[in-house]
């Protein structure tokens, strides 16, 4: 600009000098040209001064004539006559000014690029603690960030759980979990055996009750033991029912004990569901027993002993053979009686007695003998225990053979320790025989 009026004012002084007459008229337009000439030569460009500018062209007068770098961008040198020395704004830092720094991105804000003009927001899940940061850091397990922009993560709340990171939302504690600790809400704890859990979000796992069980992990139940088990402990280590043993029984099912087998029944089995009815000649008067059996001293015996007997099932006790009786085996159900010309005149008895000399017994089951009427004998020395009878008739009925009549009409019970040849006998061995023969055989009116 300066320029152009020089050459402006020297076209027009040269014109207008030779029509000049005066002389002082003449220097003073030499002096004028001479400041004009002088001029450009003493005037000094403008410099920028200032940073985050430049000055493209030459000559400037104003510091206003300088160029900021721009939005994003920015230049430490001062007196910069390029663009080319602007440059970017680095990551976790803006420039939203012509003129203006760089500046650092604000906490829960991020610049992962260069030369930008603004910060970006943490996304969901993400927080920024610390500004100028390049990303924004992933909430922990445990902890959220449910909205943008976030500067910190907030912890899920109580019965809600998170295993990820970078996360914007908990989950719940499903059933068969719990959360044990309120301050650690990174998972949630699966029930053990023993245990379960029917709600959500809930502090701890509950035991199964008495009489359940549960041998699986995450449940949300417990199992009812079956018949012939139980379950006495609320545990959480209970994870198996226990079995009813031998004497026992339950019928039921999530029961937290066995009923035992009361007197005259046992059971011999474990996990049964009923006891067995002691059989007719056994008896068991204990409860709570495996087996029937009778008391004999300190000696168990299966069944009733002899000398009793047992003809009803489930009782507690033998009944005893009365008098005339007897009963030789065990666990019989009931008992014999004894033979004509035998007694017996205790209870509980193995065998019968004979009736002793000079008495007799015709019936049956009879507890005593019966004294022989006067002038008749009985008993070992005349061989017979049931009749009354003269001492020859005897002597002359075995003696001719009238033995195996008798025995050919059913005689009750003939025991013989010793024969002589051909079925005879003398009697000198009288002492070693004893006959018993059927009554019908005898004539009691015979001398």
Known sequence: MVRKIKKQFLFFFFLSFPAATDFCLFWFFSLFLLVLLVLPFSTSTITCSAINTFG??????TSGACTGCGVGQFSNTL???????????????????????????????YQDLTGKNNCKACP??????????EQCKECLPGLIAATTARSICVSCADGKYMTEKGKSACLDCEVGRS?????????????????????????T????????????????ACIACEVGRYQDLPRQDVVQCKACQPGQYQHEESQNNCNVCPSGWYQPDSVTTACLKCPVGYVQPSTSENACFTIDGSIKINGCQAGTYQNEE?????????????????????????????HQSSVAEITCNFCPQGRHNAN???????????????????FVVYGCCCFFYFYFYFYFGKYKKAKKKQAERVVVNEYRSQNKFSLSNYSQIIFTVP?????????
Do not use: H
Not at 56 to 61: F, R
Not at 124 to 133: I, V
Not at 205 to 220: A, H, L, V, Y
């Open 205 to 220: 796992c509950k035991s199964c009750p008495i009489g359940f069980i549960q041998f699986n992990e995450e449940s949300i």
């Open 314 to 342: 489930a009782k507690t006790s033998c009944k005893n053979c009365p008098q005339g009786w007897k009963n030789e085996e065990p666990k019989e159900v009931e008992c014999a009686s004894c033979l004509a010309g035998q």
């Open 79 to 109: 007196g910069s006559s390029s663009v080319a020395n602007c440059q970017k704004c680095g990551s976790g830092t803006f420039q939203n000014q012509v003129k203006g720094s760089c500046k650092e991105c604000a906490t829960s804000r």
């Open 56 to 61: 493209a062209a030459t000559g400037m007068i």
């Open 179 to 203: 959360y044990p600790d309120p301050g650690n809400k990174n998972f949630c704890l699966t029930c053990i055996g023993g245990k379960f859990q029917d709600q959500r979000m809930q502090r």
């Open 439 to 447: 009554r019908s055989t005898w004539n009691s009116d015979r001398t």
């Open 364 to 382: 049956v089951g009879r507890p005593n003998c019966d004294a022989c009427p006067s002038g008749r004998v009985s008993g070992t020395l005349l």
């Open 124 to 133: 969901l899940g993400r927080y920024s603690d610390l500004p100028a940061l």
